[in-house]
């Protein structure tokens, strides 16, 4: 009846999961063995009713569907900034739409649908154009694009408007789909986790983030980008990554029959257990802003090419006497690479140094990807390779909250809350990488879905066979930067330390106006909000107020979230609004006033090189 139509409509507005829906088959889904159909109801309208195992489940009222959803609808209140709606379960859309009639402008609302043959029915028997027309409505359909659901949550779902999302289910949804409801909170759970995880980050790296931007601002000149390097590497060969997890100690012999014939990317923290083993990674990689060398090799003076963000531990960089290959920096050493015409954009590294090892191989495009010492779980009381005893897990790890998850062989293993936030990242990025053969052969800790398990040394016999020399291709690379362009760098450099006074100029502007409308509520509200606006769109636009941000972000992180709750309380939602800008703005003038020596003494240095 409706379903050409509303096909038309996906096709016109969401073309990707039309094309999806095009090449799936029923049988594939959650409710494949299931009799879907509709009846009517006194009020003329469709009621929608699945059997399943000898059970019927009714999903809207015999007597009044609308009227049903209606009332249900109200246990849901909407009222801040930014909500998203996370509901599992479309149906034929009566409760989603009811739903969708109380978001404001800036809510969202994310549907889990658990079944296709469900969702095939109502798209012949229901008209769902409005549902399917709106922007605002996010359609997650298992066995179609539910790998989706989990990258549509960390874009819409933040440590900032986190505990403002209202979760529901549509009637009937969680007994008749237990499985697929489990799914469903436990991607919610996964994101509250990296959400914390987020926050955490800011609130105590986002300080040294900047300062470590300025402080190896200097290693701009002679390193080298992740895409100079790229198109020099062979795709065709395995790609090991190797992290640090207890494993590692049962097969890091065997790396050495892969060396030469393999590219090893090794986690900083498993640099140390390949040196006490005589294997020369091709590449270290490290991300964290403030980790010390005695978790890279504990070597001054190491030479072997480090992967690197340019905003790493300077205590890692600065004792580094080798090439440095920088994948990822703060949008203001981005632009650095664009104003000069450089190939550059950053390779985005996920929630810790293993993900971000992960993902350089996938951005560079190799076709196999090996994980060796990925446990992402306790081998007893020990946590890395480099522990040999419980005696010396660190406090920071016995206070860590455990979980438990599935292991290699299907048993229970322990797990920390922050290592299972990346198994989740892993997880959440294979599912979208078809054409990557990823292998697990860690031969050891937590199960990560998606790979295939497979010892190392069958690894090596069946994919490590064809000689290349690394080193070669490494040693051939010139800087990104040539001696005539470090002026350019010099002279944008300049330029952002005279950004830095109009930050101060326009936030204390800001802060004047925010302070006046206090002291005088007869002003113009809208005016003062059309202002401000005005000038952060100003603030916004100079390439240094990403390193500025990185500063607010990490010192006024409850400010920043408290822009998105309301009370309710007009006047008390004021209040809260102006003397939370007021701070953001207050945290801008002593950013700007911290990193003003930080800059001056960068300047510095590229004076003395040109």
Known sequence: MYYEKNMQILQEYREQLYQLIKEQTIENTDASDAFVHSVSTRTGEL??????????????SRYNPKEEASKWAEQYHIKNLNTVVLMFGLGNGIFAREMMNKLNDDNLIIVYEPSLKIFLHVLEKYDVEDILKNKRVGIVIKGINEFEFPYLLSITLTWMNLFSKVECVHPGYDKLFETSFLDFKNAIKDNTFNNFLT??????KGKSTAENAFHNLLYLADSVSIWDLDKDLPKDIPAIVVAAGPSLNKNVEILKQAKGKSIIFAVDRSYETLLEHDIEPDFIVTLDADKKLKYCGNRRGFKDTLLCKLESSPDILDNHGGKKIIYNCNDFIVSIYKKLGKKFFNISPGASVATAAFSICVNLGFGRIVFVGQDLAYLGNISHADLQTSGNVSNDEKKAIDLYVEDIHGNTVRTRHDWYVFLRSFENAIQQLSNVDIIDATE?????????????????????TREFDCKSIIDNQTPTFHKKELSGIYDYLVKSRGNLDEIIELSQQAIKELSLYETNRKNNGQMLIKS???????????PIFSLIDEYVMGKGANEIAGLYFVTNDKKMDEEITLSNAKAIFHNMIEASEWVIPLLENSIHKYETLL
């Open 444 to 464: 050891g800790g937590a199960r990560i879905k998606g790979t295939r398990i497979l010892p190392l040394q069958d690894v090596v016999d069946q994919y490590c």
């Open 532 to 542: 401000i606006a005005e000038i952060n769109g100003k603030i916004e636009k100079m």
């Open 47 to 60: 009621a929608l009713v699945v059997e399943k195992d000898n059970h019927q489940f009714r999903l809207n």
């Open 199 to 204: 926050k955490n980050t800011y609130g105590f």
